[in-house]
């Protein structure tokens, strides 16, 4: 069906008039008669017959005005919603976030998201470091939360959000709870470990290696952040976890705090998005400027 040729019709039909939709179209009226023919003539139906000086529709004309109404209805609603997606006000939101930032930070970032964009869906995937880089760079995500020290060269552009301090902790009534004890004393116990990939267990193999002293025994392996935590406050295991998720339960003795003489960890935050892209979709845009205010990404930037 030729669309300009309905179009025609359905401003002559709502007007009742070719000379009255001529002039609404800026075209002449012999043009509007002539599209009229040729839509009658492609559909095999007469759409419209003389009445007075003005014209009336057939059965024909009046069931085509109702559905090509609904037409140009849907049209309409597609504009607007396309102007709310390239507005950043509507469309989807990919993130991958390793298991703290997932936890206690983007929670918080994405209530405030949310409430200014309620349009927007938000899809966000729980991964260790490697996964999160590896699901950015695979484009199934748009952006990736992650604490990580050591880089490759990777085409990534980070922004360094913050910077998390980490504890050793350990079950409330273990002997060494509240105490200050020496790294090779500490790898002795038993240690809750993070599975291959994640960045905490590296980071605590790195600080054996810095120390001169052997890797913990791996008491048990988990994949998630909680679920350590637990195994700690139910009276199993050693382990280097986010003072952000613990400190609540060591204030109220849930769970014991062992320190290690100069050593002070604090972690970085970057979030993280494909070098290769240039600009960003609407959406992702505005989560960033949200997050990162005047925060600019660099591809170079030192943890």
């Not at 069906?1 to 009255?20: C, G, K």
């Not at 349009?119 to 604490?147: F, H, K, P, W, Y």
């Not at 988990?222 to 339960?249: D, F, N, W």
Request: charge should be neutral.
């Amino acid at each position: 069906m030729n669309l300009h040729a309905l179009r025609i019709f359905v401003e002559v039909a709502l007007r009742q008039s070719v000379t009255e939709a001529a002039a609404a179209l800026a075209i002449s009226q012999p043009a509007v008669s002539a599209q009229i023919r040729k839509l009658e003539n492609e559909l095999g139906v007469a759409l419209v017959a003389p009445r007075g000086r003005g014209i009336a529709l057939t059965d024909e004309g009046r069931f085509l005005l109702e559905k090509a109404r609904r037409i140009y209805d849907w049209e309409r609603e597609i504009e607007w919603q396309l102007a709310e997606i390239k507005q950043g006000k509507k469309g989807k939101l990919r993130i991958a976030s390793t298991y703290l930032p997932s936890h206690y930070l983007v929670p918080k970032w994405l209530a405030a998201f949310k409430r200014q964009y309620e349009q927007v869906d938000v899809e966000i995937r729980t991964r260790n470091s490697a996964q999160s880089i590896e699901l950015l760079l695979g484009g199934q995500v748009d952006l990736a939360i992650v604490i990580k020290e050591s880089w490759d060269e990777l085409p990534v552009r980070r922004v360094h959000m913050t910077d998390v301090l980490y504890w050793f902790i350990l079950p409330a009534d273990h002997p060494y709870a509240g105490k200050e004890v020496s790294m090779d004393q500490l790898v002795q116990e038993p240690f809750l470990l993070r599975e291959q990939g994640s960045s905490t267990r590296e980071w605590l193999f790195s600080l054996c290696r810095e120390h001169g002293v052997k890797r913990p025994r791996v008491g048990l392996q988990y994949h998630g952040l909680v679920e350590s935590i637990q195994s700690v406050r139910a009276g199993y295991g050693t382990m280097l976890a986010p003072a952000l998720a613990v400190k609540e339960m060591v204030d109220r003795n849930e769970i014991g705090r062992v320190t290690v003489p100069g050593v002070e960890i604090k972690r970085p935050v970057y979030i993280c998005t494909r070098e290769e892209e240039v600009s960003h979709r609407p959406v992702v845009e505005r989560f960033l400027g949200m997050v990162l205010g005047t925060a600019a990404p660099d591809k170079k930037a030192d943890p």
